[in-house]
């Protein structure tokens, strides 16, 4: 069993920056990818990007791309989503999950936290 938390959500104006984190925990953690996903009202969970603890592989959706940085701290057993530009449409509940790859689909990650709010205003 693998446990994630997240935190670092919040208001911000456009433009402005946040760096959400999730902390992780359990058995065999290390094995899996990390990715964050994110899901505003009203649409389905979108992927945002995840990385391998062993190597920091990523992966981005082309939205993120320049804008989003994904990198992990192994003595903390951390893994943070760095955001700036941010636009009032990156307004949403951002996931952390474990998964056994770099994917993008929501289906192939076996773990979630309980999301934190990022909110953006324009």
């Known amino acids: 069993q693998v446990q994630l938390v997240e935190s670092g959500g919040g208001l911000v104006q456009a433009g402005g920056s946040l760096r959400l984190s999730c902390a992780a925990s359990?058995?065999?953690?290390?094995?899996?990818?990390m990715g964050w996903f994110r899901q505003a009202p009203g649409k389905e969970r979108e992927f945002v990007a995840a990385?391998?603890?062993?190597?920091?592989?990523?992966r981005y959706v082309d939205s993120a791309k320049g804008r989003f940085t994904i990198s992990t701290d192994n003595a903390k057993n951390t893994v943070y989503l760095q955001m700036n530009s941010l636009k009032p449409e990156d307004t949403a509940i951002y996931y952390c999950?474990?998964?056994?790859?770099?994917?993008?689909?929501?289906?192939?990650?076996?773990?979630w936290g309980q999301g934190t709010q990022v909110t953006v205003s324009s």
């Open positions: 359990g058995r065999l953690f290390r094995r899996y990818a």
């Open positions: 990385i391998t603890w062993s190597d920091s592989n990523t």
């Open positions: 999950a474990a998964g056994r790859y770099t994917s993008s689909l929501s289906g192939q990650y076996d773990y």
